[in-house]
């Protein structure tokens, strides 16, 4: 049961929005139907917004009855769908082949709209609130490129605040922690290029295969012994390529990609400079050449201490201490509300959605072909949101 029964009232209006948008999903930077039916449900509530964040992501704002504080909240939702087709065996399962909302962002999105639902028509708090629909969260750098066009100049925030439906943990749980909590990510991509040549000849050749060995075995060491062993890191190679399949022949090249995580901007710069000198050295000693091209994808997610012991208390009024986990470990998974919280302090919750039914939609992992948002979750989702904003904007 939800702290305030109007949520309760309008939950199957919103669980019909979340399926329509479930049906419709648009993967990162196309998800224009998301944008659309945002906005139209925004107008219908007389609810102002900008749009041209990002690509599709919009910026609603709901002033409270009184603005004494001059304060705003900025509460988001990411609203794209991943290339995967759905295997959910819902009757509201995608219409769009090889595209569904396997991450629950529909489920974000709607319970956004129902925040503005209920905002919108109680308006009790003093200050201003921003939702921010986000787009191009899977991978896209849709936060960032809202907040290159201008989120946080444009609608200046005292804090942020965003979620994640949790199917790890069950429906009525919630999880959280000060710090880190979600990981960064780096994609990195090499060419090594050696001299080819014949496999019984190898005197006359630069093996790209054996230095890219050599390299590969080295490289764990960065972790093992560079990274400080308090300090959680990940450096995983993911795919490696060379050759076309003969046994006699020593190839001209060899490919390596793979991801580096971590929790620490400066972690993270090390193992990045590291890889990268290591490589240069090994294929300098071997005589042969290289290239590394290293993308920093999304920013670690890290949460503000007093922050997230501020959501932890709104959270656990309404679902009971006991139900709340404060200090949970974080997830060496990205997600790129992190580049917010770089920006502006905040936090980011886990929201847990499952059933405790291994077989049913709610339960399967994020991004599995089997998985479905709980709608069940939808008004606790909005109530947290709602106190949230009554707390921190109390009048
Ligand atoms: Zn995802
Ligand atoms: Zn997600």
């Not at 490129?145 to 069950?170: C, Q, R, S």
Request: proline residues 5%.
């Amino acid at each position: 049961m939800t702290k305030r029964n109007s949520i309760e009232n309008f939950k199957d209006e919103v669980t019909g929005w979340r399926r329509e948008l479930h049906m419709n999903p648009g993967i990162k930077h196309e998800e224009k139907f998301a944008h659309d039916f945002i906005k139209a449900h925004l107008y219908d509530l007389g609810v102002t917004y900008k749009d041209g964040y990002g690509g599709y992501g919009i910026v609603a704002t709901i002033e409270g009855n009184t603005n004494t504080s001059g304060k705003a909240v900025g509460l988001r939702a990411d609203m794209d769908a991943l290339p995967l087709t759905e295997e959910s065996g819902q009757p509201w399962a995608s219409k769009t082949d090889g595209v569904m909302h396997a991450c629950g962002h529909d489920g974000h999105t709607a319970s956004l709209l129902g925040v503005a639902k209920y905002l919108s028509e109680t308006r009790n708090f003093d200050g201003k609130v921003h939702l921010i629909f986000q787009p191009a969260e899977e991978g896209g750098h849709g936060a960032d490129m809202m907040i290159a066009d201008g989120l946080f100049t444009d609608f200046p925030m005292d804090g942020v605040y965003g979620l994640h439906n949790w199917p790890f943990e069950k429906s009525g749980t919630a999880a959280i922690r000060p710090g880190p909590i979600m990981a960064s990510v780096d994609e990195f991509t090499i060419t090594i290029t050696g001299r080819g040549g014949h496999a019984a000849m190898p005197h006359l050749c630069i093996d790209p295969i054996v230095i890219a060995s050599q390299f590969m075995v080295q490289a764990q060491t960065i972790i093992s012994r560079t990274t400080d062993p308090v300090q959680a890191a990940v450096l995983s190679f993911t795919d490696l390529h060379a050759g076309e399949g003969a046994h006699n022949v020593i190839p001209e090249t060899c490919s390596i990609m793979g991801t580096i995580r971590t929790f620490d901007f400066d972690v993270r710069k090390n193992i990045q400079t590291k890889l990268e000198e290591l490589l240069k050295s090994i294929c300098a000693v071997n005589e042969a050449t290289c290239e590394i091209e290293i993308i920093p994808h999304i920013d670690p997610t890290i949460n503000d201490a007093v922050e997230a012991e501020f959501c932890a208390d709104v959270m656990a009024s309404l679902i009971g201490e006991e139900n709340m986990e404060r200090n949970v470990d974080p997830c060496m998974g990205g997600e790129d509300f992190g580049s917010m919280l770089r920006e502006t302090k905040g936090a980011y919750i886990w929201i847990g959605q499952g059933t405790g039914d291994k077989n049913s939609p709610h339960d399967q992992g994020l991004h599995s072909p089997k998985y479905d948002f709980n709608d069940d979750n939808l008004p606790l989702i909005i109530d947290y949101l709602a106190e949230l904003v009554e707390v921190k904007l109390k009048k």
